[in-house]
């Protein structure tokens, strides 16, 4: 069992940056995959970013790809997301989770945080 909380999340205007933390709990962290996810009202979740536990290979969706940044630090059971030139359409609640494989699916993981609200703001 692994126990997530994101932390980070808060109005922000549109241009601006942010860093989102997932503390972890519970069993090894480290041998964890790691992704991050948003869902805005109304809308389906959807996959941000996912790294393999060695930090070796990180995944991002197009949307976000060259303004976020997926990183994860095994001694202190944490992993982050750095988030730059936020824009409106990225205003969600951004959710991590962890499972054994790295993926895109949100159907692949089995354990994931409450979330944590971002909004952008025009």
């Known amino acids: ?12 205007q549109a241009g601006g940056s942010l860093r989102l ?5 519970g069993r090894t962290f480290s041998r964890y995959a ?5 869902q805005a009202p109304g809308k389906a979740r959807e996959f941000v970013a996912a790294i393999t536990w060695t930090s070796s290979t ?3 969706a197009d949307s976000v790809k060259g303004r976020f940044t997926i990183s994860r630090d095994n001694a202190k059971n944490t992993v982050y997301l750095q988030m730059n030139s936020l824009k409106p359409e990225d205003t969600a609640v951004y959710y991590c989770a ?5 993926s895109t699916v949100v159907a692949a993981y089995d354990y994931w945080g409450q979330g944590t609200q971002v909004t952008v703001s025009s």
């Open 34 to 38: 790691m992704g991050w996810f948003r």
């Open 1 to 12: 069992q692994v126990q997530l909380v994101e932390s980070g999340g808060r109005l922000v």
């Open 21 to 25: 933390s997932c503390a972890a709990s």
């Open 58 to 60: 990180t995944y991002y």
């Open 98 to 102: 962890a499972d054994f494989r790295a």
